[in-house]
């Protein structure tokens, strides 16, 4: 792999986002605050919200790495609640500021 010289200029870092959805025994175990704590730790932007279907919906934003940290973490601290995951790509939100714990209100 070929080192690169910081002389030549640093690159912008930049976010991914992604539409994340947990099923299994996802709600009533203390997940969307699990994932608040995560998201503060590996400063993530984004939400949590549980779904009227038991699913847990996180929309995480952040540098790649970072947030595929977050997503491993999760699935770690839960991974005998976690039956299934989705995850979809999506254009970031340059409005977002902070990570939140939202309540369903048919967004």
């Known amino acids: 792999m070929k080192k690169e010289h910081k002389a030549q ?3 912008e870092v930049k976010e991914v986002c992604y539409n994340l959805c947990f099923s299994g025994v996802v709600q009533g175990v203390g997940f969307r605050y ?3 704590a995560l998201a503060a730790r590996y400063e993530i932007k984004g939400w949590v919200c549980n779904m009227p279907g038991g699913e847990v919906e996180v929309l995480a934003q952040g540098r790649p790495a970072q947030v595929a940290s977050f997503v491993r973490s999760i699935q770690t601290e839960f991974s ?3 039956s299934d995951l989705q995850e979809q790509q999506r254009p970031c939100d340059r409005s977002l500021r902070k990570f939140e714990i939202k309540f369903f209100s048919s967004f």
């Open 9 to 11: 200029g640093k690159k």
């Open 80 to 82: 005998s609640n976690i």
């Open 34 to 36: 699990t994932a608040a």
